[in-house]
């Protein structure tokens, strides 16, 4: 079985201020790690995807993420952040065998002028 | 390349009434799922097919929903009788092989009254 926790359920930041969305995972197998943002109306639009290689993974928006192993997390993170970084973020997981896909609960990122 | 089209955007109905959704997925996509978005929480998992057999139904509400993809390519979702806590946002995504992303519908919103 596979599951994702997404620690912070809403996130309130001023604009041009770094952010940080924190994701664990739990699996009993290797998995492929994504963040998803959905804005409102809207279905879930790919940021960014660990496959395999390079830990640190770069998206679209300027986000970035971290694979960490050992911690089984997989954070996503924006150096400055803009009005329009407003939305909810979730953060997935796939199996390569089953393809089944996993998500969190959601992060609701605010971010005021 | 033409994304993920779901059908109708929005729909609401009377508690017991049925109703269907439609979902065609990109050309050549193996994978096909169906999602249930309550509001306020992630994704679940409805079904997941490949091509046209049935890889995951678990979460499926058998009693009630029931869901097909004929020849592997376009799927249709049906509930009956709907309650009034089948109400959210209903999600179509697919996949085109094991190591790729899912790519998601706009959703269709059903309201139950």
């Known amino acids: 079985a596979q599951s994702v926790t997404q620690l912070d359920s809403q996130v309130p930041v001023f604009e041009e201020a770094p952010v940080e969305l924190r994701c664990n995972y739990s699996s009993s197998v290797s998995v492929y790690l994504f963040w998803y943002v959905q804005y409102p109306n809207q279905g879930l639009q790919l940021l960014l995807k660990?496959?395999?290689?390079?830990?640190l993974v770069k998206g679209i928006n300027g986000f970035e993420a971290e694979f960490n192993k050992s911690q089984t997390s997989f954070h996503l993170r924006k150096p400055s952040v803009h009005i329009s970084d407003t939305a909810e973020y979730f953060c997935?997981?796939?199996?390569?065998?089953?393809?089944?896909?996993?998500f969190g609960q959601g992060t609701i990122l605010t971010v005021h002028p | 390349e033409a994304g993920v089209a779901q059908s109708p955007r929005y729909k609401i109905i009377e508690k017991r009434q049925s109703v269907a959704f439609w979902c065609n997925p990109i050309s050549g996509h193996a994978t096909l799922y169906w999602y249930q978005q309550i509001l306020g929480q992630g994704p679940k998992l409805l079904i997941q097919f490949q091509n046209n057999g049935v890889v995951d139904d678990s979460q499926l509400p058998k009693d009630r929903f029931s869901a097909e993809r004929l020849k592997g390519v376009d799927s249709t979702l049906k509930i009956q009788p709907a309650k009034l806590e089948d109400s959210a946002v209903y999600l179509c995504a697919s996949r085109p092989t094991a190591h790729g992303e899912a790519f998601f519908g706009q959703g269709t919103r059903l309201t139950v009254v």
């Open positions: 997935a997981v796939i199996s390569p065998v089953s393809g089944k896909l996993t």
């Open positions: 660990y496959l395999s290689g390079s830990t």
